[in-house]
């Protein structure tokens, strides 16, 4: 079975906020993947120790021209979720993929650069128990995770 690795964006796709991803794939790579299909989900490069979080079937893949983005892809991608409440989520690296932040200024800023992208939209299939165990953590409200992790402001 096919792997796409989803790295920071993972939380997102566990907790069902994240349908579509843009790849910057050669072609070829890109013709690999078929609508119907079934893809692991993985949450980093096996190559880095990643393990499967999920099962996602392939429902659209194109390439498009990156202003061609439609505005409801920003919560698509699962941007929104981590821009409302869920910044705990994201990476502490500055490494973002191809936005500066999760706003939605840096993803219409985005759009306006040019280029084009590899567009998949998907559907989740199924979680994978360590995928199941994230999308507990990650679907419980900020000030519980805060709260769990031992972060308080007193």
Not at 36 to 52: I, M
Request: with cysteine; net charge positive; glycine share 8%.
């Amino acid at each position: 079975m096919k792997i796409i690795s989803f790295a920071w964006t993972t939380p997102a796709l566990v907790t069902g906020n994240k349908t579509v991803t843009r790849r910057g794939w050669d072609d070829r790579y890109a013709a690999r993947f078929k609508p119907g299909e079934l893809v692991q989900a993985y949450n980093r490069s096996p190559r880095h120790k990643g393990e499967c979080v999920a099962i996602i079937r392939i429902v659209y893949v194109k390439k498009q021209l990156d202003q061609l983005a439609p505005d409801s892809d920003y919560e698509a991608e699962g941007f929104a979720w981590f821009a409302t409440g869920n910044g705990d989520a994201l990476p502490k690296s500055d490494r973002l993929g191809y936005l500066e932040t999760v706003s939605r200024e840096s993803y219409d800023a985005w759009r306006q650069r040019g280029g084009s992208s590899w567009v998949c939209r998907f559907e989740l299939v199924e979680l994978t128990p360590q995928g199941q165990k994230l999308a507990d953590w990650w679907n419980l409200p900020p000030f519980q995770r805060a709260l769990a992790r031992g972060d308080s402001d007193e």
